[in-house]
C-alpha cells in the first residue's frame, strides 16, 4: 500500500474516525453518523440504507494479490449523504460494483476509485447512480494508473427519473499508462428522462509526457522512483 494512502486512511481512522472495523458484509440500516474501513476483497456484499439526514462514509481496500469480487448497494434518503472510497492496487482480477440510489430529496452522493495496476492485475469497476429523487446530486470519480501488462475497465451509469428535477450528476474516468502493454476500456453512459438536470460524463487516456522522465532522470531519481512519484500525483489530485 503506497504511503499516500496509509496517509490518507491515518486521518480518517484517526482524525474523524467514529467507526472502525473489519468488514465481510452485512445488510443495514444507517441511523447515526460513522466512518467505517472495509479490508480485503473476497466474497463481500452489501446493502446499506442511508436514513434521513445522515452521513456515512466508507473506504474500501483491496491490495492482495489473489482475486477478489464485491458489490455495495446504497440507498439514501432526504438530505442523507454518502462518501465512497475504493483503494485497490496489484490485485491479480478485482470486479467492484457500486450503486448508488438517491430516493431523497437533496440527498447526496459521492463515489471515487484508485485503481494501481501491474504485472498482470485486472480491474472491473461498475458504478451506478439512480437519482429519483428532485435536487439529489452525485460525482463519480474513477482513476487508474497501469503499468506492465495490467489491464483497468470502467463501466459507469447515471440514470435520472423524471420525478428528479434540479439533479446533478457527474461521472469522470481519468487513466495514465506507464506501459505500452497496459489497456483500458472506459464506457461512460447516461439516461436522462427530466430535462431541469445537470449532468456530464468524461473519460481519459495518456500516457506520460517522455520530457518529464527525462527530467526525472536527468536528475538521478530511478525509473520505479519516477513511476512512483506519477502515482502518488494523480492519487493526491483525487483525494485533494
Do not use: W
Not at 33 to 52: K, S
Not at 59 to 73: M, Q
Amino acid at each position: 500500500m503506497t504511503s499516500v494512502i496509509q496517509n490518507h486512511l491515518k486521518e480518517i481512522v484517526e482524525g474523524r474516525g467514529d467507526f472502525f472495523a473489519h468488514f465481510r458484509g452485512c445488510k443495514a440500516s444507517v441511523g447515526e453518523n460513522m466512518r467505517l474501513v472495509m479490508r480485503r476483497n473476497v466474497g463481500i456484499c452489501a446493502d446499506i440504507f442511508i436514513e434521513e439526514k445522515i452521513a456515512f462514509d466508507l473506504v474500501i481496500l483491496a491490495d492482495s494479490g489473489y482475486p477478489g469480487k464485491f458489490c455495495v448497494n446504497f440507498r439514501l434518503c432526504e438530505g442523507s449523504q454518502l462518501k465512497c472510497l475504493v483503494f485497490s492496487e496489484f490485485c491479480k482480477k478485482l470486479e467492484i460494483s457500486i450503486s448508488s440510489t438517491m430516493n431523497g430529496k437533496n440527498s447526496k452522493s459521492e463515489i471515487g476509485s484508485f485503481f494501481i495496476g501491474k504485472n498482470h492485475s485486472k480491474q472491473i469497476f461498475s458504478v451506478s447512480q439512480t437519482h429519483n429523487a428532485a435536487g439529489s446530486t452525485s460525482k463519480v470519480v474513477s482513476k487508474a494508473v497501469l503499468d506492465d501488462c495490467s489491464i483497468h475497465e470502467f463501466r459507469g451509469n447515471v440514470n435520472i427519473s423524471e420525478a428528479a428535477e434540479n439533479s446533478d450528476a457527474h461521472q469522470k474516468n481519468e487513466n495514465i499508462l506507464l506501459s505500452n502493454q497496459a489497456f483500458v476500456k472506459s464506457s461512460p453512459t447516461l439516461n436522462i428522462l427530466n430535462n431541469n438536470v445537470k449532468c456530464s460524463h468524461g473519460a481519459t487516456v495518456g500516457s506520460v509526457d517522455a520530457s518529464t522522465i527525462f527530467y526525472m532522470r536527468s536528475r538521478g531519481i530511478p525509473m520505479d522512483t519516477c513511476k512512483q512519484l506519477i502515482t502518488d500525483g494523480m492519487l493526491l489530485s483525487m483525494l485533494g
